[in-house]
């Protein structure tokens, strides 16, 4: 796929946009696997789709080991050896108030969901967790659909605290949403304990991101992330 952007948002975070003309079909909370780019790199890269249209394909992404480090230094005009779009989205439902929290690089795969919920004409609430006001992103546009409330764990921005400072504060919803680290979904499974409409998206390392390696197996081992989530009614697995 053709690189047309690849730019810093916060820190150690990055965005690139592609290039996405021949793929037809998207649903919000499904990722794209990438190449790195170097050779002596085997494993793609997990990447959250983080907005999309009929051109244009969006992907966040954190520079954290040599894969990513690699693919911050791609250029417009280069190309992405892409296998995507994978992994089944978020089902959206007939409601009217919806709870969507995301925590560090698990708010990119919210934004779009965001968009849909809130064209159905849907009241969305966010919360979006971040360490500190540097790694903070996608604000503004998630205030461009709702409410947003922020929180950072040193106080630097929004509330000072983690999402779970907010929601044990909040009402009842619908539905809730949800894609962050492991904690941040456990406090929510606490939270909203016995709730039928509860999703979460896993984040984990894949190797083939297609099914067949059984590496991104859930904790219960009984389903493969890649495949048959990342989304998934809470009820289903064991965090």
Request: net charge negative; charged share 25%.
């Amino acid at each position: 796929m053709k690189i047309l952007a690849n730019n810093c948002i916060a820190k150690d975070t990055y965005e690139m946009i592609l290039d996405a003309q021949e793929i037809k079909k998207i649903k919000a909370g499904q990722f794209m696997h990438l190449k790195s780019g170097r050779e002596d790199l085997i494993l793609r890269r997990p990447i959250s789709i983080a907005s999309y249209n009929e051109k244009e394909l969006n992907l966040v992404y954190k520079v954290i080991g040599e894969g990513t480090k690699t693919m911050a230094r791609f250029k417009p005009g280069e190309e992405v050896d892409a296998l995507g779009p994978l992994g089944n989205g978020f089902d959206l439902l007939d409601v009217e108030e919806v709870l969507i929290v995301g925590g560090g690089m698990g708010v990119a795969p919210l934004y779009p969901l965001g968009k849909e919920l809130t064209q159905k004409k849907i009241e969305v609430t966010f919360v979006l967790g971040f360490k500190t006001a540097e790694m903070a992103y996608y604000i503004e546009k998630f205030q461009a659909l709702g409410e947003v409330i922020v929180t950072t764990d040193d106080g630097s921005l929004g509330i000072f605290g983690n999402v779970g400072t907010v929601v044990d504060e909040l009402g009842t919803f619908d539905a809730i949403y949800a894609c962050g680290p492991w904690p941040l979904l456990y406090g929510l499974q606490v939270k909203f304990d016995g709730h039928p409409h509860l999703y979460v998206s896993l984040e984990e390392r894949m190797a083939c991101g297609i099914g067949a390696c059984y590496a991104c197996d859930t904790k219960d081992k009984k389903h493969r992330i890649c495949t048959e989530g990342p989304v998934f009614n809470i009820k289903e697995v064991e965090l």
